[in-house]
């Protein structure tokens, strides 16, 4: 089969969850012998480089397909429904003709992409990755740190716009009344478009229509995968998806060479927490240095592997402040290839993330490497670890209580190890490509 995926960035531009496990499953379809390739938005080359232009190029052996655009201080309809997306997509569509299209994730691409692939007769899947099509941050959670449930309709404009989250209900409640006049308002400044009030009629409008424009286009597809039930039950919630189409398939994680001992763990005096990932707040890693803190020094240490740059990066410079006087390694960034030897330094993984993460790829990782894990007892993440069983929960943003939880590692010498006794099987990606080419297949024969 010709497969094409579609994703939001891919290496070596970015190297975030979505876009690793993309590459991943590309490679394990390619190794199953059909003809893969990639479409991707990625940054303008330079200065001068026109957006929606599309160049190709080879990235491990795959043909990336990669559609250039900027994205900064975009209006609210750019990120979901911008107007030059489709023609571009279909200069891709027309040099790889697919039997299939796969769209990982279209932020700053289009949702417009899936009936257009349609309308030439190509059978679409989408994964739902995270929570963009509900919420414009995509994770479900206000500048504040507060998590939202579910989409706050009109109540997302302060965060959209990052003004006071405190707003939030406010505005929900006031929309009803707010929505003719930003109509009026739109109408009659169409034509001056700098004005701030016409700006804030056309981001209301656009926010207003982001909803059902985006879930109702993702609809159309074929067939959607949700990686956690916890996820899936947020998009039926919507009233948009058929149940029969919108089934949980988790990710399948890579294996490695034969003969390697992924359960190996060197030889150590301390404790060792490990976390893994991208050091951004909402994936908790100030919780989890401040819970550190608060443990004995000299028995245990944390080690984080993820970049990390508090010379330019605001989040970092705090978050140096915080590890000064507790027992933090940060090693930086590492080849995701050589994840095998991360996890042989680490005793304990901890994702102490305050959002509702779906289903974490450094939690599969973990298992199959033999290593138990803390995480927030929320989301996909609680789907994941067994409390008690393979790992623990803790409560998201509360470093008191994580504290308390990885001291247990400390008072129990042995329980990390019980723990790893009795770790889940994980799905290998060799499992999830022979699932995923069974659904295409069985969508071409319709």
Known sequence: ?????????????????????????????????????IATRAPPRGATDPDWSVDTDVFDGLRVHRI???????????????EEAVAAFFQVLDRERPDIVHFQHVLHLSVDLVPAARTLGIPCVVTLNDYWPLCS??????PDGVRCERNQEMGCFPCVKDKDPR???????????????????????????RSRLARFARSWIDLAQRNPYVLGKLAQ?????????????????????????LVHSDYGTPSHGPGEDLRSKSPTEVLR????????????????????????????????????????????????????????????????????????????????????????LSIHEAFLHGTPV??????????????GVDGFHARPGDAAHLAIVLRRFLDDAGLAKRLA???????????????????YRELARR
């Open 167 to 193: 707003l939030v209900p406010l505005v929900r409640a006031a929309a009803p009344l707010v929505h003719p006049v930003a109509a009026v308002l739109d109408a009659a400044l169409r034509r001056r478009k």
């Open 421 to 439: 006794a009795d770790l889940p099987r994980v799905k290998t990606l060799e499992e999830d490509a022979a699932e995923t080419e069974a659904r």
């Open 1 to 37: 089969m010709r497969i094409l995926y579609v994703v939001h960035g891919f290496p070596p531009d970015t190297w975030a969850g979505t876009e690793v496990y993309t590459l991943a499953l590309a490679r394990a379809m390619r190794g199953r012998g059909h003809a893969v390739a």
């Open 273 to 360: 927490f490990g976390f893994v990932g991208s050091l951004v707040e909402h994936k908790g890693i100030a919780t989890l240095v401040e819970a550190v803190g608060r443990l004995d020094r000299g028995r245990c240490e944390l080690r984080v592997s993820g970049a990390f740059r508090p010379e330019t990066d605001p989040f970092h410079a705090r978050l140096a402040e915080v590890a000064r006087e507790a027992p933090v390694r940060f090693l930086g960034p590492f080849e995701h290839d050589r994840i095998a030897e991360v996890h042989r330094e680490i005793d304990v993984l901890v994702v102490p993330s305050t959002w509702f993460e779906n289903s974490p």
């Open 221 to 245: 597809a074929d067939l959607l995968l949700a990686p956690s039930r916890f996820l899936r039950e947020r998009f039926l919630e919507t009233g948009y998806f058929d149940p029969g189409k």
């Open 137 to 142: 941050r995509v994770q479900l959670l206000r």
């Open 374 to 387: 803390v995480t927030s007892g929320i989301g996909g993440m609680a789907e994941l670890v067994r409390d």
């Open 68 to 82: 250039r655009r900027r994205v900064e201080r975009l209006p609210i309809a750019e990120t979901y429904r911008p």
